[in-house]
């Protein structure tokens, strides 16, 4: 029997009353994916229902295994089957609302500095950033047989051979470029296969994503992270606008918010230490951004997510 995976699942609402009882919720915890904003996750299993959208500064890669599962996104619904991989961005919020009864799927977390690895078209980056849908139809028995032995090696404890699972899954992505695929929502226009942003742009967008991760929850801003890829804050900015759709100042807020919901969890912790350890200067602005992307204050996040326990179902 396939045992349940450690990591982000998502999974199925909307069930008769006897059957919710019998399929476990997706619990969000201080060791989940939404906590962990700086590293790479995989996992291999039956994916959990989720009562509420959330989100997570990582790029999200899923492969149906077997089943079906139905996403609501920020902007559009997609269902997929078994044999569909998909690709996008988990900083919007996104909900696994329905499922079929035996859904298995794998897949992985991507931060962001692994993401821009990826010489994927210029056009279908910006359209992940911007909240659209990779659809790769195209997979055949080596997924199958590869994203399980990519999970393994990730939890091996080797970093070569985990090193060589994330290589490995990014060759397998870029793959997309010769193979049909689909951005959903679809557009009139058609994606035109251009080369993506040059090698250079790339390193430079990697360096600031690597200094960003070693140091989102100190007093940094656009001249430290430009100073880390040797280059000038306002071309920093703009390329990292360019490229992910998000300032600088908006992605590392998306990474402070993502650490400081596992710590809100804590039934010990305080919402200003809360703030504070998780790199905000006040309790105010800390707030704000999380009522901006959250749709509710820090207070209510916790009382929800202690309230969907499973002490308190």
Same mark, same amino acid.
């Given at each position: 029997?396939?045992?349940?995976?450690?990591?982000?699942?998502?999974?199925?609402?909307?069930?008769?009353?006897?059957?919710?009882?019998?399929?476990?919720?997706?619990?969000?915890? &201080?060791?989940?994916?939404?906590?962990?904003?700086?590293?790479?996750?995989?996992?291999?299993?039956?994916?959990?229902?989720?009562?509420?959208?959330?989100?997570?500064?990582?790029?999200?890669?899923?492969?149906?295994?077997?089943?079906?599962?139905?996403?609501?996104?920020?902007?559009?619904?997609?269902?997929?089957?078994?044999?569909?991989?998909?690709?996008?961005?988990?900083?919007?919020?996104?909900?696994?609302?329905?499922?079929?009864?035996?859904?298995?799927?794998?897949?992985?977390?991507?931060?962001?500095?692994?993401?821009?690895?990826?010489?994927?078209?210029?056009?279908?980056?910006?359209?992940?950033?911007?909240?659209?849908?990779?659809?790769?139809?195209?997979?055949?028995?080596?997924?199958?047989?590869?994203?399980?032995?990519?999970?393994?090696?990730?939890?091996?404890?080797?970093?070569? =051979?985990?090193?060589?699972?994330?290589?490995?899954?990014?060759?397998?992505?870029?793959?997309?470029?010769?193979?049909?695929?689909?951005?959903?929502?679809?557009?009139?226009?058609?994606?035109?296969?251009?080369?993506?942003?040059?090698?250079?742009?790339?390193?430079?967008?990697?360096?600031?994503?690597?200094?960003? &991760?070693?140091?989102?929850?100190?007093?940094?801003?656009?001249?430290?992270?430009? &100073?880390?890829?040797?280059?000038?804050?306002?071309?920093?900015?703009?390329?990292?606008?360019?490229?992910?759709?998000?300032?600088?100042?908006?992605?590392?807020?998306?990474?402070?918010?993502?650490?400081?919901?596992?710590?809100?969890?804590?039934?010990?912790?305080?919402?200003?230490?809360?703030?504070?350890?998780?790199?905000?200067?006040?309790?105010?602005?800390?707030?704000?951004?999380?009522?901006?992307?959250?749709?509710?204050?820090?207070?209510?996040?916790?009382?929800?997510? =202690?309230?969907?326990?499973?002490?308190?179902?």
């Amino acid at each position: 029997m396939l045992m349940k995976p450690s990591v982000c699942e998502k999974g199925k609402t909307d069930l008769p009353e006897s059957k919710m009882l019998e399929r476990p919720y997706y619990q969000q915890t &201080a060791n989940s994916v939404e906590g962990a904003p700086t590293t790479l996750q995989m996992f291999h299993g039956t994916p959990l229902v989720m009562r509420a959208p959330h989100w997570h500064a990582q790029v999200e890669v899923n492969f149906i295994m077997r089943g079906w599962v139905h996403y609501k996104m920020a902007h559009h619904d997609i269902r997929l089957v078994a044999g569909d991989m998909v690709l996008f961005w988990g900083g919007l919020p996104h909900q696994m609302d329905d499922a079929s009864d035996d859904p298995i799927y794998a897949g992985g977390h991507l931060p962001l500095i692994h993401f821009f690895r990826l010489r994927l078209p210029e056009a279908v980056q910006h359209r992940l950033m911007s909240g659209a849908t990779l659809l790769i139809r195209a997979t055949d028995a080596a997924d199958v047989a590869n994203f399980p032995r990519w999970n393994r090696y990730t939890r091996s404890g080797d970093p070569v =051979r985990a090193t060589h699972a994330v290589d490995e899954m990014l060759l397998r992505l870029e793959r997309m470029r010769f193979e049909p695929f689909e951005l959903m929502p679809r557009l009139h226009d058609d994606i035109v296969l251009t080369n993506s942003v040059d090698q250079q742009s790339s390193r430079n967008i990697s360096r600031m994503c690597g200094f960003i &991760a070693e140091n989102f929850l100190d007093d940094i801003d656009s001249n430290d992270i430009a &100073a880390a890829a040797e280059i000038h804050p306002k071309y920093a900015m703009s390329l990292f606008k360019k490229s992910t759709g998000m300032t600088l100042n908006e992605y590392v807020s998306l990474l402070r918010l993502s650490y400081a919901q596992a710590r809100l969890l804590d039934p010990d912790a305080n919402i200003l230490n809360v703030a504070m350890q998780s790199g905000f200067g006040s309790l105010s602005a800390f707030n704000k951004s999380f009522r901006k992307i959250a749709g509710m204050s820090p207070s209510d996040f916790r009382r929800d997510g =202690r309230a969907s326990s499973p002490a308190g179902i």
